[in-house]
């Protein structure tokens, strides 16, 4: 029997990172689902046979102990959180040292650890859920906007480092995705109104994007694809809100 191939997907237990989740078990892969939610996880093993993977990312030594022998050829470094979204100088410094350290340090860690091996087989995918605060200025959004910026740089360097090793990288640029990302740093109502204004993109509208790029022959790599809301423009302020 072939062995399946094996994707290691942060953030699995909700959002773009479930949908991701159950795509690629769905196309066959082996996945390992990571995510600090132990219950979520148990419940995606009995619906799709996901391998879970219950940590906290900026726990490295778990992290190293968990990946050891482990065989990664995709990797989607997507477990995100947003701080307060509150002016700069309001900020508490634990929020803006949390962001960098899930939104990029923990991306940046887990790629390292993961890579070797991609590099050893001679193929490998490795994806960044990257932001459209990343590429534009948002009010409000100074350090998640600067973690986003970074992983986007970091993404596209690596693609240079990683020039005829076989491995592809591809950063997802999304903008609005309707998750729970926002669920503890906006009232229900003032969520509801940012994707009630115009037709947010759904997690799984991301899962399929990455599945397409996934399924492109292996000399070919998508080195990054913008998601947005059709309704949604960025560089110019952000949202064209629907008519009523
Ligand atoms: N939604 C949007 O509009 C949007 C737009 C652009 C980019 N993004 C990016 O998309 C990615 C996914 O976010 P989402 O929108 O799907 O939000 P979400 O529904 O809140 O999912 C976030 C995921 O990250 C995981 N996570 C957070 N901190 C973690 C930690 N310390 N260790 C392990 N896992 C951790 C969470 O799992 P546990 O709570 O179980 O740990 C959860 O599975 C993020 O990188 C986000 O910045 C989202």
């Known amino acids: 029997m072939t062995k399946r191939p094996v994707a290691l997907v942060t953030g699995a237990t909700s959002g773009i990172g479930k949908a991701i989740t159950f795509a690629l078990a769905e196309a066959g892969y082996e996945v390992i689902a990571l995510g600090r939610s132990a219950a979520t996880l148990e419940q995606m093993q ?41 002016g700069f100088d309001r900020m508490a410094q634990s929020d803006i040292d949390a962001t960098l350290e899930v939104n990029l340090s923990a991306a940046i860690a887990t790629t390292r650890m993961v890579l070797p091996g991609m590099m050893a087989r001679g193929r490998g995918h490795v994806f960044f859920t990257g932001s459209t605060a990343g590429q534009a200025p948002f009010p409000n959004m100074a350090v ?93 302020g952000g949202f064209a809100k629907k008519e009523d």
Request: glycine share 8%.
């Open 144 to 236: 998640y906007g600067a973690s986003k910026a970074a992983i986007s740089s970091f993404a596209a360097a690596l693609r240079c480092d990683l020039s005829g090793s076989g491995v592809r990288v591809t950063e997802i640029v999304a903008g609005r995705v309707e998750t729970n990302l926002y669920k503890e740093v906006l009232t229900a109502r003032a969520r509801a109104d940012m994707y009630g204004a115009f037709d947010a993109v759904q997690p799984e509208d991301v899962a399929t994007m990455l599945r397409s790029v996934l399924e492109m022959p292996a000399h070919v790599d998508v080195t990054r694809f913008d998601i947005l809301p059709t309704a949604q423009f960025v560089g110019g």
């Open 46 to 86: 009995t619906q799709s046979g996901v391998r879970p993977l219950a940590l906290d990312l900026t726990d490295r030594e778990a992290l190293e102990t968990a990946l050891e022998g482990e065989e990664i050829d995709v990797l989607v470094n997507n477990a995100g959180v947003i701080p307060p979204v509150v």
